[in-house]
């Protein structure tokens, strides 16, 4: 980089904090920076966006208005704690706060055992969190019952890529390399709305968006001459096979390098061939509804590119059947010979800020730090050790997300919970029952900034620090390793995550060194503890990162000690997956993570979503994200400027199925599921399926779209059926009045 | 339950094998349901529609016989020769007496050979086999002949005649000229398909085949095969042809079913709603069946129905019909035909007389799609190959022929399936991405103010209006002011109009002085 370039930009963030967005798995750099402070009270922080290679400079509005909660009369500043059920949350000191979960915690271990406390964690929290609230779960408490929200993202991907590649990272290749593809088929994922700088990157001629919907992604690309493939509502797998049936009797698979690539570089080919004969264009036509010859044009355009790429999101993941149908891309993928060669791929846009170093560190039911099974023995052993216990003492494999959450307060599941960063009240599938489900605990405790949904229902509540407020680590979608910095103190009276651990894991026995609140040991001791697994942190200093370098795990520590000298300054930011990254920034090139280096094709058959329209609810419904609005909307609902742009729930319904339903555009509709109903207000577009509803999930009460979602589980991943439930519309008679069931 | 029901399959063709893994994949250990499925082709459970990729090269043979799954593979290469339903056996070409349970007759259906003069080798057996150069498709064996038989005409510039311009022989040709060979069909209607399409529908078909290099001789009979010159036809005429393949339809294969007693009409084997024969302890389904017979998905959709009944998986399973959709396979023509195309009078929709169908109450003038007649849309568009017509009773689609509008016959096919209500933009149904867009892309001054410019972060026109007057004079600093542009970028250039458009039509602009008095 020139020098005058790099001093430039050192001017120009010398008075600022560089950091990056506290929201999705983009992360966004920015550079917070103190405004001139008011008449009274204390300095606001502006937010300006940073040149970056994933965000080049871009922000959308989440990002731009991030700050705003910062000083948000509503933020959290003191522990709350309910005397009894049903009575009010009062404030309480950190002291009595504290003493009473950790008494609370270890009478119910000593009386109902050890799993009688459950931890439901976040893929918002920074790595060291996630790795530390992991330890505190399977140390502190003794529980095998920990998952994390994550559960309900990338889990069915993370499965196929395990499956296919032996290593699960969201992209195995930096952002940028999208840029050069000559087609890049997006399945299920609505980047314009969900990480929209990531646009950027993306020639809309090239694309090939496969959505139910005409989402602003789809009509993106056909406003710039690309592909919408507009498949019905579960049958993407199926799609997946139809185009690779294309490829195969089109002769798009018989270049010299699939050939090759196939013979030298996978297993399984055949079975997954045979697998995509059955999917002849007419019949894939016939149950997805996308035209044979739309197949064909999609399969040509991505098979003549030189460079390609297949991206899913969640809406291919969401499904009871999610991971077969990653998996079904990614043979699509793998017969056109795209991962692992330079400049093409098959990705995983990761969803939430953390959601990439969140399931690696150990917060998942059945994993240990370093992307490490916890019914491995030597993985076990491993960890023990860092840790310095026995390894007999680790628990085994706990349940998953739902199963979680749907066995609280019963005589089976857990009696208490803790909650960090995440806010299942919202987020839950089939949410009614899961908030029946937390307010049957007996102790429900949650640390958050601001009082989420599941913070009403808590027993006992913990004010926390917000990413402007700490330092740590993320890990972005593409697996690069990022500093998160604090820019101000927090408010008094308010603690980070880290702190609340160790506060709660002293008063539980353990000793202070175990459970540092300070990021810095933390994060030494998780590079150690990954050290040698899937997901090596070893080589990940803090100086480099610090220094802005590009480090992509798996990083081993190939030191001791002799790390390139840090230039110190963000502005090394700016170099992305280039000749100067370190680590990992291009997975499998020379070989898959399997023992044998080979990739596995997997043969899958698509199969019916749990549940299908009939008589009584004859549409689909399907769920998903809009632009201002971040998960479960506590956050974004709080800043006027975004819950202006997107003040509440509705439901997109085609015009001729509203009419039916006796609805007209901004009336009130009343959507009904079997676990439940919602009322929204009705949104009209032409360009919808007539027989698909849509619905975002940000909102709570009886507008939380979760109240109709099927917790139906794939039987890999755990991962519930959030795309896919059968409804009937309806007016909403009675002004809209909600029956006391609804409105939650 | 003590012990597995022991069912007996005849037939490994398409829906034997279908009902093999249906079955498997309700009772994957087999502790319900023993199944033995016997077929007689050497190799088993053959996926017939693919044969014409067979025949274009693009497929190979292990494409269309898949390994079943789960343990155990059919018996193939078992000829059934009797049934008895006496003592529950069937026996075998090889001497074999298999008992039953219940017994499956799953025999599909064979060509029909019109009897013409030559197309049969004359031997001392009588007739049989077929002539040198002549050929069915329906077989893996057949399709084997078939492509010697054009192999050989192409290497020698010769063409090979189709009999039979149905569903099948169009997919034949279309699949042989990808194969590079010459071809004609002949067909004795005045159009080819004309079982399911009519007579303007069968006239644009024809000019998109004969484009794909499909030659074709219409309203004329075969009289005779001559193996060294070709096809002689009865307007006197013969058709030079190296081959004949014969696609003059099927009949069910009910052999087996007759010699043991059981009911069998002109269609097949009779069955009823559980697709149960005569005799309760048989079944029939496929093409040998007089449910529906011809197509891949009944086939398919009664083997469902079959393995739920055996397995006791929805003992209560019926199978009500499938709906009536034709998807020609031939790359490059796209046609789909559904339900009842045809209406009484096929003239002008707008003045045909109400009640043509069922009704018989007069026209009410005025009250056009509810009278109980047909609501007709037809548009015949020859140039492009195009042809849609779309038949409706309320707001119910009865039939449709779409031709060169694939994505709407996507859709249409869709929503007939589920027998849901159409759209009331009939012509947005019938014609998909055909009709052009409501709306072009506007940025000056027809774009409204409340239209969504920066998406990323929710800039309206009207707020880019709204910051020019406050002094942003440029896109740049429209965008500082408004943070358009500031997300993905995709928003540059129609900012970048609307600048220029307000500095067109403001008239402080001109002037350069601030709008300080701008209204706000």
Sequence with gaps: MPEATGAAVRAATATGTATHCPYCALQCAMTLTPEAAAESGPARLSVTPREFPTNRGGLCQKGWTSAQLLDSPERLTTPLVRDTKGAPLREASWDEALDLVAGRFRVLREERGADSVAVFGSGGLTNEKAYALGKFARVALGTSQIDYNGRFCMSSAAAAGNKAFGLDRGLPFPVTDLDDSEAVVLVGANPAETMPPLMGHFDPARLIVVDPRRTATAQAALDGGGLHLQPAPGTDLALALGLLHVALVEGHLDTLHRVAYRAERTVGWEDVRQCAARWWPERTERLTGVAAADLRRAAAALARARRAHILTGRGAEQHSKGVDTVSAWIDLALALGLPGTPGSGYGCLTGQGNGQGGREHGQKADQLPGYRHIEDPAAREHIAGIWGVAPESLPAAGRSAWELLDALGTPEGPAALLVMGSNPAVSAPRVRRAVERLRALDLLVVADFLRSETAELADVVLPVTMWAEESGTMTNLEGRVLRRRAAQAPPPGVRTDLEVLHGLAVRLGRSAHEFPADPAPVFDELRRASAGGTADYAGAAPELLDAGEAVYWPVRDTTGGSVREATGGPERDATGGGAEALGSPRLFLDRFAHPDGRARFLPVEHREAAELPDAEHPLYATTGRQLQHYQSGAQTRRVPELLAAAPGPYVEVHPDTARRAGLADGDTARIVSRRGAVLARTRCVPSLRPDTVFLPFHFPGGGAANALTNPALDPVSRMPEFKLSAVRLERADGGGVMSPEEAV | ?520
Aim: charged share 25%; hydrophobic share 40%; with cysteine.
């Design chain 2, 1 to 520: 339950m003590n012990r597995a029901l022991n069912v007996v399959v005849v037939g490994n063709g398409m829906v034997g094998a279908r009902l093999y893994e249906e079955t498997l994949r309700r009772d994957p250990t087999s502790r319900r349901v023993r199944m033995t499925v016997l077929g007689a082709e050497p190799v088993g459970g053959y996926n017939r529609v693919l044969l014409p990729g067979l025949l274009s090269g693009s497929l190979t043979e292990a494409d269309l016989t898949p390994e079943p799954p789960g343990e155990g593979s059919p018996a193939t290469g078992t000829t059934v020769t009797g049934i008895d339903r006496d003592a529950r056996t069937v026996s075998t070409a090889d001497g074999r007496q298999l008992p039953y349970d219940r017994l499956v007759l799953a025999t599909g259906a064979s060509t029909v050979i019109p009897p013409l003069p030559g197309l049969r080798e004359d031997t001392d057996e009588g007739s049989g086999v077929l002539a040198r150069g002549v050929t069915a498709l329906r077989t893996l064996a057949d399709a084997r002949r078939l492509r010697r038989l054009a192999d050989r005409a192409r290497a020698v510039g010769a063409r090979i005649a189709v009999l039979g311009g149905g569903v099948l022989g169009l997919e034949a040709a279309r699949a042989l000229v990808a194969r590079g060979v010459a071809v004609t069909v002949v067909h004795p209607a005045p159009h080819v398909m004309d079982r399911q399409l009519d007579a303007p529908a069968g006239r644009v078909l024809g000019r998109a085949l004969r484009r794909t290099g499909i030659e074709q001789r219409l309203g004329v009979m075969a009289v005779r095969w001559e193996p060294a010159r070709g096809l002689h036809l009865d307007d006197g005429s013969v058709l030079p042809a190296a081959g004949l393949l014969l696609c003059t339809g099927a009949r069910a294969e009910t052999g087996l079913a007759q010699d043991c007693g059981l009911e069998t009409g002109p269609a097949g084997i009779a069955v009823d709603d559980t697709l149960t024969t005569s005799d309760p302890d048989i079944h029939a389904l496929g093409d040998c069946a007089d449910a529906e017979p011809g197509l891949v998905q009944p086939g398919w959709e009664q083997a469902a129905v079959l393995a739920d009944r055996l397995t006791g998986e929805d003992p209560y399973a019926r199978y009500l019909g499938s709906p009536r959709v034709t998807r020609l396979k031939a790359a490059g023509i796209e046609l789909a035909c559904l339900g009842d195309p045809f209406v009484a009078d096929d003239g002008f929709a707008g003045h045909a007389p109400a009640g043509g169908g069922s009704g018989g109450q007069g026209p009410a003038a005025g009250d056009f799609p509810d009278d109980g007649g047909p609501e007709v849309l037809r548009l015949e568009d020859p140039t492009r190959e195009r042809y849609a017509k779309l038949v409706l009773h309320g707001d119910r689609v009865t039939g449709a022929i779409l031709l060169g509008v694939p994505d709407a016959a996507a859709g249409l096919v869709q929503l007939y399936d589920k027998g849901a209500p159409a759209p009331s933009d009939r012509l947005a149904l019938m014609l998909g991405r055909a009709l052009p867009p409501e709306t072009a892309s506007e940025t000056g001054e027809s774009l409204p103010d409340h239209a969504m410019v920066c998406r990323c972060n929710s800039v309206t026109k009207g707020a880019l209006r709204s910051a020019w007057y406050d002094g942003a004079r440029s896109a740049r600093e429209l965008a500082d002011a408004t943070r358009a542009t500031t997300g993905c970028g995709g928003c540059r250039g129609a900012v970048e109009k609307i600048a220029a458009w307000l500095a067109e039509t403001d008239p402080l602009s001109s002037r350069d002085t601030p709008a300080t008095t701008a209204p706000r």
